[in-house]
């Protein structure tokens, strides 16, 4: 690839930077390049260099949602920490950047006295990350709460209706879009509501979450819930509470989260991942779709967890 000099010197670019200490499950290999973003103008930047070199971009929130190749990732990983924050409680909403954590953005709504958001104590990632995926959890999801999003659209950006994302189960239309459009801030619909009524919300949902979610190097549910039923019922079903496949294994606590052992590698990971899938459509016919992104380079072999 062409060298560093080809970036900004104010983006601080960083060559073969290791994955595992930037995402949840501990594991994969390095990306080509690497920058850190705290602004909206750098993260214009970012991606307005990688279109113009010509290499892959990808963004990385908080790294909850993804599982890195052990060789890597082509191009630049930009490292989404803008997250700045606004709250308009005349008009009913918060602007939020994409950046931003989902359960602080809970957090500092319930200070605000601003309802509406307190499901997000349960989302791990970020804003950017949450709507692409329309992240859910305790009976809401993005889809109920958002009203608009900026987003990038290569040479062009474009302030989106929620409408526009046709959101459905954990997905929206930004999956399909080959132009590789960013989030890179949004409106929240709230509501006036009770600080301290919220606060007390906030306290029962974390507890009910560290009550039924295990601690470690996981990326939260692996697999998406088909219609009517769970995912972690289903894996429980087929035996697979507990089981363990190379450095990987099955959370003992909740069965739909795939954890990376000391020493495990995202290979490991992939063969638990599949193995899994694989029991379950022998046991009780129903193929899971995986919740988890593969970023980087993945050989062949990743495709039997789609197939």
Request: charged share 20%; hydrophobic share 45%; proline share 4%.
């Amino acid at each position: 690839m062409s060298a560093i000099s080809g970036f900004p010197s104010k983006l601080r670019v960083r060559t073969h930077e290791p994955m595992d200490r930037h995402t949840s499950f501990g594991v994969g290999g390095p990306a080509d390049y690497w920058v850190e973003v705290r602004s909206l103008d750098a993260l214009r930047l970012a991606l307005e260099t990688a279109d113009r070199l010509g290499i892959p971009r990808t963004i990385m929130g908080h790294g909850t949602n993804s599982l890195v190749a052990d060789s890597g990732i082509d191009g630049l990983v930009i490292y989404n920490r803008y997250v700045d924050f606004a709250a308009n409680a005349a008009d009913e909403i918060v602007r939020v950047a994409s950046g931003h954590s989902m359960a602080r953005l809970a957090g500092r709504c319930a200070r605000l006295g601003l309802g509406g958001m307190s499901f997000a104590i349960g989302v791990p990632g970020t804003v950017g990350g949450a709507i692409y995926g329309n992240a859910g959890a305790f009976g809401s999801d993005i889809a109920a709460v958002l009203k608009s999003a900026r987003v990038w659209r290569r040479s062009h950006e474009v302030e989106a209706l929620a409408s526009d994302f046709d959101f459905d189960y954990r997905r929206s239309n930004l999956h399909d879009d080959a132009t590789g459009p960013v989030v890179l801030a949004a409106s929240f619909r709230v509501q006036p509501a009770d600080p301290a009524a919220l606060r007390r919300e906030l306290l029962a949902l974390a507890r009910r979450r560290r009550a039924t979610q295990p601690l470690g190097k996981n990326a939260g549910s692996f697999f998406m819930n088909p219609d009517g039923d769970y995912a972690g019922r289903l894996i429980e079903a087929s035996g697979l509470k507990g089981h363990e496949l190379g450095g990987a294994f099955v959370s003992p606590v909740h069965a739909n989260f795939l954890s990376a052992s000391p020493g495990g590698t995202a290979r490991d990971v992939l063969d638990l991942a599949i193995a899994v899938r694989e029991r379950v459509a022998e046991t009780t016919g129903v193929r899971l779709t995986p919740e988890v992104r593969l970023l980087g380079r993945w050989n062949s072999h990743a495709r039997a967890l789609f197939t």
